[in-house]
C-alpha cells in the first residue's frame, strides 16, 4: 500500500497543480515553459560555484592528505578516526559524505560502533557551505557570515550531540 502511495504522490501533486491552474484560468504551459527558461537562467549562475566546490573536494579526497592528517589524530580521538572525513566533509558535500556512509557501512556493518555513529552524523547534519554556496550565491547574497558561523555551530552541535548519544546508547 506505502509503494502505491508513493508512487502515485508526484503525478498527482503534478494534477493538483495543473486543475488549480485550469481553476484560475491561467496558461499552464506558458507559465511552465517561463520557469524552465527562468530555471535555465539559475543554473548558469549556479554551475560555476558548484564545479569549483566538487572540485576542492576531490582534490582533497584523492591527495591522501586528509588520510594521513587523520592518522595524525588517533591517539588522542576518543570515538573512531573512520569518521573523521565525514565530520569535516558534511558541511561542503552530502554526495561525498552519503558515499563515505556507504563505504564505512559496507566495511564496518551498519549495527558497528562506526556504522551507527556515521549514520547520526549524516543525518544530524548539513551542507552548510553547498546551502549557502547554492542558494545564497544564486540570489546574489554576498554578506553570509553570520550564516556561515550559525550553520557551521549547528554542524558541530550536531556531530557532539551524535558522539555523545551513540557512545550513550551503544558504548564503544
Do not use: H
Amino acid at each position: 500500500m506505502i509503494n502505491l502511495i508513493s508512487s502515485l504522490f508526484i503525478p498527482l501533486m503534478v494534477l493538483v497543480v495543473i486543475l488549480y491552474g485550469l481553476y484560475k484560468k491561467v496558461d499552464i504551459y506558458d507559465v511552465f515553459v517561463e520557469g524552465a527558461k527562468d530555471s535555465f537562467d539559475m543554473i548558469t549562475k549556479i554551475f560555476p560555484c558548484i564545479l569549483g566546490m566538487l572540485l576542492a573536494v576531490n582534490i582533497l579526497l584523492n591527495s591522501g592528505l586528509i588520510d594521513y592528517f587523520f592518522n595524525l589524530l588517533r591517539p588522542v580521538l576518543f570515538f573512531p578516526v573512520e569518521v573523521l572525513p565525514m565530520m569535516f566533509l558534511r558541511p561542503v558535500s552530502g554526495t561525498t559524505t552519503l558515499a563515505i556512509l556507504n563505504d564505512l557501512l559496507a566495511n564496518y556493518g551498519p549495527d558497528s560502533f562506526i556504522g551507527r555513529l556515521a549514520s547520526v552524523i549524516q543525518g544530524a547534519t548539513d551542507t552548510t557551505l553547498y546551502v549557502l554556496t547554492l542558494y545564497f550565491g544564486s540570489i546574489g547574497i554576498k554578506k553570509i557570515r553570520y550564516s556561515l558561523w550559525v550553520g557551521l555551530a549547528a554542524d558541530v552541535a550536531g556531530i557532539m550531540a551524535a558522539i555523545f548519544l551513540v557512545t550513550l546508547f551503544f558504548g564503544n
